[in-house]
């Protein structure tokens, strides 16, 4: 039998689960898969000519524009072979992935659609009939089904060497990455885990998790990155993890993201994270504005922000805040209302300077568009660009986002510097 093939495009720079866990799973179907991490490898050419099913993995929005180009290239070389798209990004693009590029997409929890799927087309079917997955002729909705999941299989990915490094004590060391759990019990509005969960969450086992982290300890990662949307949607899971870790593996750090009233909830424990081994926390701020805020349905506000910061550096420990500074409704002031509350709050080495140019975006079926006044600033959906197109009413806020887009893409090793010249053009 011919291997079915797996492409992962873009995971932010580490080891990616999207092919880990679907391997695991296939194989213990019995069947024989190769997969490649299209961000550090080529395309297998020789696989993908005789594979008879390829699938896509597209967690994200640059995963899908550089799966787009993979599906591209392997419909030329195979026309034959059945392409899935599975990931969040393949499901709010559905009706663009399937106009002739893609034979189905699948969502959610989608390692068991996609190995049912795999034995589908492997048996001659075409998958219209198979449980989660969406054709051209038959749709259906994300699968929310609890899967078993077994422990990831990344014995045949790239090694840990090739992804991104953590820099700790001068130098730069291997790092891991593991979920402890999926989709996100919170709604908001802009965050495209909702449209396809919709406040639903699933804890991945204790067990499962741990054996992840052990064999990339194991393969020399020294940092474990947890991706979860948000790590303290099952705080005492989470903390059982990390004790866990860090008994079995002292040298370990870790990093993991959490809401603004997590951090609030939750402040009794951070400390013990620090003593396990945290050494940031990522939350998603995304504005100074109380306004914008509150249509984005965030759960907090300016002044829980602050609180949050004080609660991490009492911890000792750094947050690493993400922001969505343009917005249709983000006005010049809000701007610089959110460089003045950065730099007041003493945060800028830990804000990135392309965090202060994100611009919205609006995907199909993003929340955003429930809204009763979306039709006065949705333009039209550029299907190609997975995205809803919007002009900000004041022509300059659009002329400053190109201008901090070019600072970020030229910026250099002074933090400070860099975060002045984004002063400096919104002050101008």
Known sequence: MNEILLLACYEMGHQPLSLAWPQAVLREA?????????????????????????GIAVPMHTALRLGVQAAQQV?????????????LYAWLNREYVLDGLGDSVIAGEYERPLCDLVQDVLGGGEGTAVAGVTTRTNHTAPNLERLHLPVPDRSRLPALDQYARYEANGGMVLAGYVESSRGCLHTCQHCPVVPIYNGRFFIVPYETVMADIRQQAAAGAQHITFGDPDFLNGPGHA???????????????????????????????FPEFKQNGAAFVVSAFEATSETILARLNKGHTVAEMETAVAILKDAELAVQPTWMPFTPWTSLEDYIDLLTWIRTQEIIPHVPIVQLCIRMLVPPDSALLDHADAATWRGTLSAEDFTYQWQHPDPRMDDLQQQIAALAEHAGDDVYANFAAVEEAAYR
């Open 30 to 54: 019995g069947i024989s898969v190769a997969a490649a991490d299209l961000s550090v490898m080529t395309l297998p050419q020789e696989t993908a000519v005789s594979a008879p099913f390829v």
């Open 75 to 87: 419909r030329r070389l195979n026309p034959t072979a059945h392409i899935c798209f599975y990931g």
């Open 239 to 269: 903390r059982k993890i990390t004790r866990t870790m860090h008994q079995e593996f002292p040298h370990l750090t870790f990093d993991f993201t959490t809401k603004v009233e997590h951090i609030l909830q939750h402040r009794d424990l």
